[in-house]
Each structure stands twice: as C-alpha cells, then as structure tokens.
C-alpha cells in the first residue's frame, strides 16, 4: 500500500511539472524575442530591437534611442529558453521532503524511580544516614522462625504487628534494637520502604531481615544481598497498627514519604 501511494504522489508531481514546462514553452514563444548571455562576464542584457535608432547622432535622436531601449520588450534567446526550462524542471522535480523531528517536551522526573519497585527514593534532604548492611530474606513460616500456621504467634513480629510485604506503600523488617529501634523507616534498594517491626536472636549488628510471604519469594527476588539502607526516620522503640496503617497511606498517595508525615510522626 505505502508503495502505491508513493508511487501515486511520484506521478502526481511529475505530472505537475510537466504542465509547468509546457506553459514556461509557451510563454516564452508568445512573449520572448531576444535575450544574450555576454560570454565573457555571462551577465545577461538586452539588446535593443528598434535599429533605427543608431542612426541618431544627434542629442535628441540619443535621448529617443535611450528611452526606446527602456521600453522596448525583451527578446530571448534560444539558450535564454533552455536554461529557464532547466531550472523549472530541476524546481518541479519530484524529491523525497524530509520534516524536522519536533521537539517533544520531556517529563518531568520527581525522583530516582527504582525499576524493581513503584515507590520513588527518599530525597537527599531526607536521609538521615546510610548504613550498608547484610539484608536477609526471611518468611514467617517453619524455616525462619519455627513456628506453623497453626501457632497463635504466627505471623506477629515482636513490636506486635503483623507482618507485611507491600511493594507499593511499606513493609515489616527486622533488625538490631541498638542499630535501628523500633519503628525506625529505611529506605531499602530493590526492596522498597520497611519499617522496624521486628528482631531476632541472629541478627546483630548490620544485619537486618526482610520479610517475603513464601519461601520462593525470597530466593526467586532477594536471597542474601549488601546493600547500602538509608534511614529516613529513627524509632522510638515501637511500632503499631496504627503507625503501619498512617505511613502506608501516605506512601500510597505521594509515593514516597512525604515530610508532613515525617514531622507529624516524629
């Protein structure tokens, strides 16, 4: 299809010089008489029909031939017709019209956007610290903390609160008291916002644990990993219902933390 039409718009111009040619013959038979192209400097001139007037010597006769030279119509010359045909031909010839690509307005950028989560990164003025750690995954099942299903604590971090993975606003962690007290916020790369909610006998230190609801989770998008936190928020040693609940609503409208939260929490 795009060959046709390209095709079709080809004729289409050619067919329109072709009718330029023929009304540029035309014209040139019906109104050009004389037109000299001077060999030497190749600018054109005139030359004047009436030769009557060389036989003027007088100074009457030399004004009359002047101004019969100003109005006298040109006459042009066979080559004068060639070259002008040349030229419309070379215009009206069809040729490829290539457009400028438009400047398109960028986005905009609020913040450094991590392709593995939805949430944007703290802002440098927000980050109170880094910290590199050794970040483990972990499930609330058998294999990390001995305890079922069926057990009533299962589930339920040390602070209290249930645990939570939510890539889009925050989830529980568990980390040393003495590093990173209850309640403290980080900002985890490829992992997303975690709040201290937890702890444990073998996390010590720069250690902390990141919560995954199964087991294949955690090998398939974590495992074990040092990466460098940044704590946007020290706790105060607790961590609620209620504090989960604010932080992941603000999270979910702003996609990040914003600072009347930080300061309405602090």
């Given at each position: 299809?795009?060959?046709?039409?390209?095709?079709?718009?080809?004729?289409?111009?050619?067919?329109?010089?072709?009718?330029?040619?023929?009304a540029?013959?035309?014209?040139?038979?019906?109104?050009?008489?004389a037109?000299?192209?001077?060999?030497?400097?190749?600018?054109?001139?005139?030359?004047?029909?009436?030769?009557?007037?060389?036989?003027?010597?007088?100074?009457?006769?030399?004004?009359?031939?002047?101004?019969?030279?100003?109005q006298?119509?040109?006459?042009?010359?066979?080559?004068?017709?060639?070259?002008?045909?040349?030229?419309?031909?070379?215009?009206?010839?069809?040729?490829?019209?290539?457009?400028?690509?438009?400047?398109?307005?960028?986005?905009?950028?609020?913040g450094?956007?991590?392709?593995a989560?939805?949430?944007?990164?703290?802002?440098?003025?927000?980050?109170?610290?880094?910290?590199?750690?050794?970040?483990?995954?972990?499930?609330?099942?058998?294999?990390?903390?001995?305890?079922?299903?069926?057990?009533?604590?299962?589930?339920?971090?040390?602070?209290?609160?249930?645990?939570?993975?939510?890539?889009?606003?925050?989830?529980?962690?568990?980390?040393?008291?003495?590093?990173?007290?209850m309640?403290?916020?980080?900002?985890?790369?490829?992992?997303?916002?975690?709040i201290?909610?937890?702890?444990?006998?073998?996390?010590?230190?720069n250690?902390?644990?990141?919560?995954f609801?199964?087991?294949?989770?955690?090998?398939?998008?974590?495992?074990?990993?040092?990466?460098?936190?940044?704590?946007?928020?020290?706790?105060?040693?607790?961590?609620?219902?209620?504090?989960?609940?604010?932080?992941?609503?603000?999270?979910?409208v702003?996609?990040?933390?914003?600072?009347?939260?930080?300061?309405?929490?602090?």
């Amino acid at each position: 299809m795009k060959k046709h039409l390209l095709k079709f718009n080809e004729n289409h111009k050619f067919i329109i010089m072709c009718f330029f040619i023929l009304a540029g013959i035309l014209m040139s038979f019906n109104e050009a008489k004389a037109y000299i192209f001077e060999e030497e400097s190749n600018v054109p001139h005139v030359q004047e029909s009436n030769s009557h007037a060389e036989n003027n010597v007088t100074s009457a006769g030399k004004a009359e031939r002047v101004y019969g030279l100003n109005q006298a119509k040109p006459i042009y010359t066979d080559e004068a017709q060639l070259t002008t045909l040349v030229y419309m031909a070379f215009m009206w010839s069809p040729q490829p019209m290539v457009l400028p690509k438009p400047d398109l307005p960028q986005k905009r950028v609020m913040g450094y956007v991590d392709p593995a989560i939805p949430v944007l990164a703290p802002r440098s003025e927000q980050i109170l610290e880094t910290q590199k750690v050794t970040a483990t995954g972990y499930t609330a099942g058998i294999e990390s903390t001995g305890k079922t299903p069926k057990h009533p604590l299962y589930g339920i971090t040390y602070s209290g609160v249930k645990v939570r993975r939510d890539k889009e606003t925050v989830s529980t962690i568990a980390a040393d008291p003495k590093l990173f007290p209850m309640g403290s916020i980080l900002y985890i790369p490829g992992y997303g916002y975690g709040i201290v909610a937890d702890t444990g006998s073998a996390i010590k230190g720069n250690k902390i644990d990141l919560y995954f609801p199964t087991t294949k989770q955690v090998y398939k998008e974590w495992g074990k990993k040092d990466v460098e936190v940044q704590v946007i928020k020290q706790g105060a040693g607790k961590c609620t219902e209620q504090m989960l609940a604010e932080l992941s609503k603000a999270i979910d409208v702003y996609k990040t933390v914003p600072d009347s939260w930080l300061d309405k929490a602090i």
